[in-house]
């Protein structure tokens, strides 16, 4: 596999979304809940745009240097879909967020991304 690094944010997007949409499932059906209809509409506030623009904007600061570039470059990117329902501001944060989380992923560093993971959950449950 060719350095992490370089690899294509849009393409660590794409893991990344799956990877914070099954964090985020375990965490609601741990939490108790087992209707499938509630656990779907609970699911959309933790991993809709402007949830995880506000994640990205929160956590910001926390991150390393080397998470901040790799955040500005996704963010940056010029998007290759359009936004539906979001603000196009937010749909960028927010791919830059699962950008981060598909590099954590790929790169094996379980602890940063179980703190990523939990702190989105936490970030977005405060809100609730």
Known sequence: MKDIKLINTTALAYLGDAVYEQAVREHL????????????????????????AHI???????????????????????PV?????ADPLDYRLATAMEALTGYLYLKGDATRLQWLMDSAVGIIEKEQ
């Open 29 to 52: 059906i741990k939490s108790g809940l087992e209707d499938v209809h509630k656990l779907h509409r609970l699911a959309t506030g933790f991993v809709k745009a402007s949830a995880q």
């Open 56 to 78: 990205i904007r929160t956590i910001f600061d926390e991150l390393t240097e080397e998470e901040q570039r790799l955040v500005k470059r996704a963010r940056n990117k010029r």
């Open 81 to 85: 879909t359009k936004a539906k329902n």
